[in-house]
């Protein structure tokens, strides 16, 4: 009973931390971006994208390492799915928005390939060593480019507006990021664990709790941050953070598990929820491309999509579907 309440109380601090931490990251991010002539979208596909995505690199570094394969690809596609149907259809729900012109023309369709990639490189269940360096070279090269144009803007910026940047106000932003980012970090982690203390408590297993606790856990800050950039307008970083996140979760977090320690001993299910993924990306893909802009109704609808997937992720587990 002790153990309980311990865990339960770990839970509702942590979210409180959690929330508190993604409204100053969002406050910070948007500060640097304004400082530095930076467009907001560049900041939330970067800074808070990499951010966002530590609970879900340390979670599968580390179940990479312990040999916990199923578990670390498990909480990389249950978090993009996660990302968008939860987190951009609850953004959506609240208040409909466009889609930022770069992140149709650059970044989804990256988003889309690399989630394709990604199936190619399971089909054989497994993700070897020169797979992951590909997957983490491929990362270098993207946050390069990002840098890159972002540079390009802001020199094109700085030719319209001569007003003069305070080096206090950009240290101090930037401190507020690395203070709202250790924050969403560890209270993430408090929250993975406590939720996985009460899913082992009620019975369920490691390959649930790895597409649905731990995948919920580690994207709460996308979640949060998400909601509160959409709630104050800033849709750049609301939507750049989730496109962004998901791209440095297959990127990144699976290129830096693996390269460290092969994943291998993968199962059809990993497969099917790749496929599964993909084709979320792509279906979102057609509010992006063909909608150019996220209303309520889509929002409500990419939810109930999510609540179908995990209908099916249960039944899969428990037998009545299999494949």
Do not use: Q, W
Not at 19 to 42: M, N, Q, Y
Not at 170 to 182: D, E, G, Y
Not at 305 to 312: E, L, N, R
Request: aromatic share 8%; net charge positive.
């Amino acid at each position: 009973m002790t153990s309980i309440l311990l865990y339960a109380g770990l839970l509702i601090l942590c979210f409180v931390v959690l929330v508190k931490g993604a409204d100053v990251l969002v406050d910070g991010a948007s500060d640097v971006a304004k400082a530095l002539k930076i467009p907001s979208v560049i900041i939330g596909l970067t800074i808070v994208a990499f951010g966002t995505s530590a609970p879900e690199a340390g979670v599968s570094i580390t179940s990479s390492v312990l040999g916990m394969d199923k578990l670390s690809i498990s909480n990389v596609v249950g978090s993009n799915a996660f990302n968008l149907l939860v987190v951009v259809g609850l953004c959506a729900a609240i208040r409909e928005f466009a889609v930022d012109s770069e992140i149709r023309k650059r970044d989804y369709p990256l988003c889309i390939l690399f989630s394709a990639l990604l199936i190619f490189f399971v089909r054989d269940l497994k993700i070897t060593r020169i797979e992951g360096i590909i997957l983490f070279a491929l990362i270098l090269g993207y946050v390069t480019l990002l840098i890159i144009m972002s540079i390009k803007t802001s020199s094109m910026m700085s030719h319209e507006d001569n007003d003069k940047v305070s080096g206090k106000r950009i240290a101090l932003s930037l401190l507020k990021i690395v203070l709202s980012v250790a924050c969403i970090y560890f209270s993430s982690r408090g929250i993975v664990k406590s939720c996985s203390f009460f899913a082992k408590l009620f019975g369920v297993s490691d390959t649930i709790i790895g597409l649905t606790i731990v995948a919920f856990g580690t994207s709460l800050p996308e979640l949060a941050t998400s909601v509160v950039a959409s709630k104050k307008g800033e849709n750049g970083i609301a939507l750049g953070n989730v496109v962004g996140s998901n791209i440095f979760n297959i990127l990144f977090v699976l290129g830096i598990s693996s390269s460290i320690n092969p994943i291998g001993n993968l199962s059809k299910g990993n497969l099917v929820d790749t496929i599964i993924c993909l084709g979320i990306t792509a279906f979102c893909g057609i509010f992006v491309f063909i909608f150019k802009k996220f209303k309520r109704i889509d929002g409500i609808i990419m939810l109930l999509i999510y609540a179908a997937y995990m209908a099916f992720v249960f039944m899969r587990e428990f037998g009545v579907i299999v494949l």
